[in-house]
């Protein structure tokens, strides 16, 4: 499997719950209408035969291509290489999955990798274009860490970075507001560590204010503990707005669902309300939700393309439903 540096865009037929791409290997798929077109921001999983660990070693990407598909949602175009981890000073490796947004007449690309002492940090580049290439800044946004950007851009113009994950992720070690190598999950009965929510500052290239934790509840208002693997955060958080509701979709890692809550306020307490995406093939599970007109979609990935190796994902899309009473119908990602 090749995949292209920048010149002339590769173009393949698609349809729903099948591969956008089959020539290279995807994962973690951010996906945004620019222009009035659907651009896809998504990790580039390399050729590698690699054992899998809870550090996620197996996942190591090096650099990302941005992908765009046609009105009908039939064609999916690979834009080429946007952003290579050797460009990115501050960067050593593991350039994991990214997110884009579009301000100040520029596009960002936010991406985490692991800085030269293996600490995973959250970076930015920007371009003109919504494909790139991506020029990075020097430097890390500060008081950045862990992984998984989603930056969501609220209808009175404030942008909030999400962010945040567990094991390989390192959200663990960030309990005390350092990094402290050794550190433990909380115990079973503890509330389970939430994602981490900050405003962006108007350059979007830095935190307006220190990150703080998002707060997920039970129906009774009680924080959802670390022992519940099928509704606890692990990471991939998502943030959208239906309705004036703001839902909050992340994976549940373990046991591999993807799964929402909702609030009223962006920044929290959400209420946890179902499943959107049961279990696909491959440990990890990576979404992102877009309306794109008048419908909405879920993009996602699973690694059926590798026959089931776990760091060889492709990524693929469905259209999602909501109910009558604002709850996301849950998608089987292999319908009969
Ligand atoms: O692609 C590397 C990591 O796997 C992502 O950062 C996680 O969300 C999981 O999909």
Redesign the pocket.
Known sequence: MKARKRGTALSNSISSNQPLVTHMYT??PSAHVFEGKLYVYP?H?LDHEMTSNDN?DQ?D?EDYHVLSLNEELTQCTDHGEALHVRDVPWASK?M??PDAAYKNRKYYLFF?ARDHDGIFRIGAATSDKPAGPFRPEPNYIEGSFS??PAVFVDDDGKSYMLFG?LW??QLEKWQTGEFIADAEGPAWIAPALGPRIAELADDMLSFREAPREISIVDENGMPLVAGDEDRRYF??PWMHKHNGLYYLSY?TGTTHRIVYATSSDPLGPFEYKGTILTPVVGW???HSIVSYQDKWYLFY?DSSLSGGADNK?CVKFAELFYEADGTIRTIDPYPE
């Open positions: 994962a973690d990790s999983d996620g996942y990407m593991q994991w999955a985490p992984i998984d994950g390989g992720g990471e991939g994976s990890t599970t990576h990935h994902r």
